[in-house]
């Protein structure tokens, strides 16, 4: 006859040895405990770390344990899932053996496929964000490829702002010339443009002076007739 107890307790004084920081008894009937278990280091020095809840069934290990996760670090739900699968897995395979240790030995394997994962997920991030900064660059340099749909869009928008500018010009032009004087519309709103010569010349007064000199009396001009000129011939004004 199988003394669960003895197997039991064996069992829990073996794990007590291997896992001796992070091994904790929580009761003893039912006999419960817990184990941490924390992932290898990353390139970064990043880990993922678990607590799994075990207890025994009075006849464990012919009777599965009960097990669950307690606490995680780092690990997204899809991890959890993936390691509660792994657990039921790993004790269908290991019914009627003691298993803590082999199931432990799991998910620790588990955690530290889970950090290489992350390792390569940031590796591939890296390389989209390059890709998209290279294709970002490209289309820097070479611009949008001219298809049709993108040119007539282009076409509309470009006459729309042509027409645009030719209006607002347009309406420049008349706003000028509405604004634009005839000299007798100018004559009218200065009233002071009709008088200004008389104005003038009535401040200029006697100090206005004529240089008589600049004049000669017309008997001291020497000019000669017409007719007295012998070259002087009628009909070849005419012909002119």
Known sequence: MTDYSEEQRNELEALESIYPDSFTVLSENPTTFTITVT????????????????????????????????????????????????????????????????????????????????????????????????EEEKQRFHGTPVTIENFLNWKAKFDAELLEIKRKKMKEEEQAGKNKLSGKQLFEMDHN????????????????????????????????????DPDYNPVNLDSD
């Not at 606490?71 to 803590?100: A, F, H, P, R, Y």
């Not at 008088?195 to 001009?221: H, K, P, R, W, Y």
């Open 39 to 134: 992932s290898e280091a990353g390139e970064n020095g990043e880990t993922v770390q678990t607590t799994l809840k075990f207890t025994y069934r009075e006849k464990y290990p012919d009777e599965t344990p009960l097990y669950e996760i307690v606490s995680q670090e780092n690990l997204d739900d899809n991890d959890v899932t993936d390691i509660i699968k792994l657990l039921e897995q790993q004790v269908e395979e290991n019914l009627g053996m003691v298993m803590i240790f082999t199931l432990v030995s799991a998910v620790q394997e588990k955690l530290n496929e889970i950090v290489d994962q992350i390792k390569t997920r940031r590796e591939e991030e890296k390389k989209q964000k390059e890709r998209e900064a290279e």
């Open 193 to 228: 443009l009709d008088t200004s010569d008389i104005q003038f010349l009535e401040e200029a007064g006697n100090s206005v002076e004529v240089d008589e000199s600049l004049f000669q009396e017309m008997d001291d001009l020497e000019l000669e007739d017409e007719e007295d």
